[in-house]
């Protein structure tokens, strides 16, 4: 029996490419999408990998999903916490509800799903939980306290969650792109987006498939050794 596989945000951009991945590799894979119905269903239907709509910043929503899913397919033994939103603004606009929306989508996903996963990987001995940080959790960016917050708790968690699992088989990492191109960073103005390609120094936005590439390094069998680790892929833009 091939190894389930869970990517949160699954239909789309870096998920949909990690969900690809997984699945020419011999993953069984289930994505999961928070509201986009007319997405999914092309993502399922170019792609045969079945799409589950529930909103990952909801915590009874997730566990109930979730083991609804390990009833139809068998235990999710890999994690993709992928689901991300943005609500720009700087601090001095930014409403509570932006900031709350991010957190909750970025961060609290994290908890739900996890929790919602990990006595039944520690039990079985075996995990694979890779969480999508940002560059810009780790050098900040303007406009983005609440992004930039998130994500960088997600580094912190990675790395406490890490430290639990190591005993269990669950390892726990990170990555952080940096500007992928994919429908988040294609509602950035494109003067802007112009500015930011400029220091990236390889010169060109990231693609999907390059952090779909490091998903798999992360969740081999053979990568049992690598835990508690962040992945920077990002073009050279930052070297943390
Ligand atoms: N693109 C970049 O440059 C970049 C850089 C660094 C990090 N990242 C991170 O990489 C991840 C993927 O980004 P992307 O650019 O591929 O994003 P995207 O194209 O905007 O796709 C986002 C995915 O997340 C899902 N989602 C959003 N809110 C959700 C919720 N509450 N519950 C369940 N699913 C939800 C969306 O579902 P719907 O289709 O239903 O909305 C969609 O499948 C995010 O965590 C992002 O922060 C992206």
């Known amino acids: 029996m091939s190894k389930v596989a869970l990517v949160t945000g699954g239909t789309r951009g870096i998920g949909e490419a990690i969900c690809v991945a997984l699945k020419d590799a011999g993953y069984t894979v289930v994505a999961n ?11 399922t239907e170019r792609t045969g990998i079945p799409s589950f709509k529930f909103d990952v910043s909801n915590f009874e929503a997730t566990k109930k999903a979730i083991d609804q899913i390990s009833v139809d397919y068998g235990p999710v033994e890999i994690l993709v916490n992928n689901a991300g939103i943005t ?7 930014m409403s509570f509800e932006q900031w709350d929306a991010v957190i909750q989508t970025n961060l609290a996903s994290c ?21 999508i ?19 960088s708790g997600i580094h912190g968690f990675t790395k406490a969650l890490a430290l639990e699992g190591a005993g269990k088989g669950v390892t726990v990492n990170a990555i952080a792109p940096g500007y992928v191109d994919t429908d988040m960073v294609r509602a950035v103005p494109e003067e802007v987006l ?10 060109r936005l990231g693609k999907p498939e390059d952090i779909a590439r490091s998903v798999m390094f992360l969740v081999g069998d053979e990568a049992g050794f690598i835990t508690g680790s962040t992945l920077s892929i990002n073009g050279g833009q930052h070297m943390y």
């Open 194 to 203: 112009k500015k930011i390609i400029a220091t990236i120094p390889v010169g």
């Open 111 to 131: 908890f739900n799903t996890c929790r919602a996963v990990i006595d039944s990987m520690r039990a079985r001995g075996f995990g694979r939980i890779v969480n």
């Open 87 to 93: 609500r720009d603004g700087t601090m001095h606009r």
């Open 133 to 151: 940080g940002s560059v810009n959790g780790q050098a900040g960016q303007y406009g983005q306290v609440n992004y930039a917050a998130a994500k």
């Open 33 to 43: 999408y928070g509201g986009n119905d007319e997405a999914a269903k092309a993502f």
